[in-house]
């Protein structure tokens, strides 16, 4: 095992009725005025909002908005939401929402106590040593921004979707995860969550270092319990305890603690970041056609670890060869990701005829030469990868 640091200040509230605390928490931690960031609606037409404004009125804070935040969020809401932290003296940021709300709330807590340009943050040149507070109201779980130091933001201007990591300083100050919250979510944005807070444990799990039992076994029970809830929540979207365990399996996926101790390796993320970058499709499906396709391309270049997945958290029998073993894991990720409605190819993914020649120049763009950990790719080998989501 790695030496390894771990910080994660966010404080939970998690249950029925839990944003009803949301006053309180951003009195707790500092507020007096609120930027309110939300997304296209769907907090809007389930009341939340207003419960949340009525709330902080109740409590004396004064707030203003930043409403209509896409999925795949971009720059140009940054810059928004910074102008009005500047002008309207805003002391603490509230995002209500999914991680493109949460992810754009980041953006603009790092911006506008910055004096240069927030993309610097994003393109590398600076590293954000201080943010405005955020307190989180989720309703989607997923993006694991609830309790993660991350944001991801595209800039429109070449479309660069870009994902930062901070120890600290962007984690969130409160998170408030209400299950209920989630019951009105489509079929559809549900799976891909699913497949998305797969992606985080699994890009931690696959993994060379040695010694890690503790962080093995954390990954596969949560990814065991995903893969059984998910089976819950995708026939009875209103079963509370299947929702509370997806949405608390989000978070564990994501603040870090599945990765402790060792080396981690985020290449099927970069891989996909660029496929929604450039064809805007939701962050999780394509994720459920990338992983499963750099699994493949690892079972017959590295497949001790695929061989551990595919024996302890599906079950699988060990075969002739352990790249038949990996092999068959994948069959049975595949399998489960296609039974909650997910694509597993890029013309399931509404890809029908994928740019491959630009992904890959982008990714070097965005990534330089090589990627990843467990195997390093180079850019022919991310090439491969790409070919395989073809199916
Ligand atoms: O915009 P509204 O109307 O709110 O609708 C949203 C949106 O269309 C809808 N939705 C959310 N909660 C709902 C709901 N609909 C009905 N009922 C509810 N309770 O769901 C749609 C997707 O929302 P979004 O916030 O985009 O989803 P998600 O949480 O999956 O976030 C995706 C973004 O997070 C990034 C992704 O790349 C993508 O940009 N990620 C952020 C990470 C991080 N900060 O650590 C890590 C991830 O790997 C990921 O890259
Ligand atoms: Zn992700």
Same mark, same amino acid.
């Given at each position: 095992?790695?030496?390894?640091?771990?910080?994660?200040?966010?404080?939970?509230?998690?249950?029925?009725?839990?944003?009803?605390?949301?006053?309180?928490?951003?009195?707790?931690?500092?507020?007096?005025?609120?930027?309110?960031?939300?997304?296209?609606?769907?907090?809007?037409?389930?009341?939340?909002?207003?419960?949340?404004?009525?709330?902080?009125?109740?409590?004396?804070?004064?707030?203003?908005?930043?409403?209509?935040?896409?999925?795949?969020?971009?720059?140009?809401?940054?810059?928004?939401?910074?102008?009005?932290?500047?002008?309207?003296?805003?002391?603490?940021?509230?995002?209500?929402?999914?991680?493109?709300?949460?992810?754009?709330?980041?953006?603009?807590?790092?911006?506008?106590?910055?004096?240069?340009?927030?993309?610097?943050?994003?393109?590398?040149?600076?590293?954000?040593?201080?943010?405005?507070?955020?307190?989180?109201?989720?309703?989607?779980? $997923?993006?694991?921004? &609830?309790? #993660?130091?991350?944001?991801?933001? /595209?800039?429109?201007? @070449? +479309?660069?979707? !870009?994902?930062?990591?901070?120890?600290?300083?962007?984690?969130?100050?409160?998170?408030?995860?209400?299950?209920?919250?989630?019951?009105?979510?489509?079929?559809?944005?549900?799976?891909?969550?699913?497949?998305?807070?797969?992606?985080?444990?699994?890009?931690?799990?696959?993994?060379?270092?040695?010694?890690?039992?503790?962080?093995?076994?954390?990954?596969?029970?949560?990814?065991?319990?995903?893969?059984?809830?998910?089976?819950?929540?995708?026939?009875?979207?209103?079963?509370?305890?299947?929702?509370?365990?997806?949405?608390?399996?989000?978070?564990?996926?994501?603040?870090?603690?599945?990765?402790?101790?060792?080396?981690?390796?985020?290449?099927?993320? $970069?891989?996909?970041? &660029?496929? #929604?970058?450039?064809?805007?499709? /939701?962050?999780?499906? @394509? +994720?459920?056609? !990338?992983?499963?396709?750099?699994?493949?391309?690892?079972?017959?270049?590295?497949?001790?670890?695929?061989?551990?997945?595919?024996?302890?958290?599906?079950?699988?029998?060990?075969?002739?060869?352990?790249?038949?073993?990996?092999?068959?894991?994948?069959?049975?990720?595949?399998?489960?990701?296609?039974?909650?409605?997910?694509?597993?190819?890029?013309?399931?993914?509404?890809?029908?005829?994928?740019?491959?020649?630009?992904?890959?120049?982008?990714?070097?763009?965005?990534?330089?030469?090589?990627?990843?950990?467990?195997?390093?790719?180079?850019?022919?080998?991310?090439?491969?990868?790409?070919?395989?989501?073809?199916?």
């Amino acid at each position: 095992m790695n030496n390894f640091n771990f910080c994660s200040p966010t404080y939970f509230a998690f249950g029925r009725g839990a944003e009803a605390r949301v006053g309180e928490l951003c009195v707790k931690y500092g507020a007096h005025r609120v930027l309110v960031v939300y997304g296209g609606g769907s907090v809007v037409r389930s009341g939340l909002l207003a419960r949340v404004l009525a709330d902080m009125e109740a409590k004396g804070l004064a707030h203003v908005e930043l409403a209509g935040i896409r999925p795949n969020p971009t720059d140009d809401r940054v810059y928004e939401g910074i102008d009005i932290c500047r002008s309207q003296g805003v002391d603490f940021i509230l995002a209500v929402g999914g991680g493109s709300v949460i992810d754009t709330a980041k953006g603009i807590a790092a911006g506008a106590v910055y004096d240069g340009d927030f993309w610097d943050f994003y393109s590398g040149k600076a590293v954000p040593a201080a943010a405005l507070p955020v307190g989180v109201v989720l309703t989607i779980p $997923a993006s694991g921004s &609830e309790g #993660s130091g991350n944001t991801v933001i /595209t800039k429109r201007d @070449g +479309l660069h979707k !870009i994902s930062i990591r901070t120890e600290e300083v962007l984690r969130p100050r409160f998170s408030i995860m209400n299950p209920e919250l989630t019951f009105t979510l489509p079929p559809f944005q549900t799976a891909c969550g699913i497949a998305d807070m797969m992606a985080h444990i699994m890009e931690r799990y696959f993994s060379n270092t040695e010694g890690v039992e503790v962080t093995d076994r954390l990954c596969e029970a949560t990814l065991q319990t995903i893969i059984h809830q998910a089976g819950v929540v995708m026939t009875s979207p209103t079963d509370y305890d299947a929702r509370a365990n997806i949405m608390w399996c989000g978070m564990i996926a994501h603040n870090g603690t599945c990765g402790v101790g060792r080396e981690e390796d985020w290449a099927s993320h $970069a891989i996909e970041h &660029e496929v #929604s970058a450039v064809y805007d499709v /939701t962050h999780g499906a @394509g +994720l459920a056609v !990338i992983f499963p396709a750099w699994l493949t391309w690892m079972s017959s270049h590295n497949p001790h670890k695929v061989v551990q997945f595919a024996e302890r958290v599906f079950g699988v029998s060990p075969m002739e060869t352990p790249e038949a073993t990996a092999l068959a894991g994948v069959a049975r990720l595949k399998a489960f990701l296609k039974s909650i409605g997910l694509p597993v190819t890029f013309g399931e993914l509404g890809v029908d005829d994928p740019d491959i020649d630009l992904l890959v120049s982008k990714l070097v763009e965005n990534k330089g030469e090589s990627l990843g950990n467990y195997v390093r790719l180079t850019p022919q080998d991310c090439r491969e990868i790409y070919e395989l989501c073809r199916g």
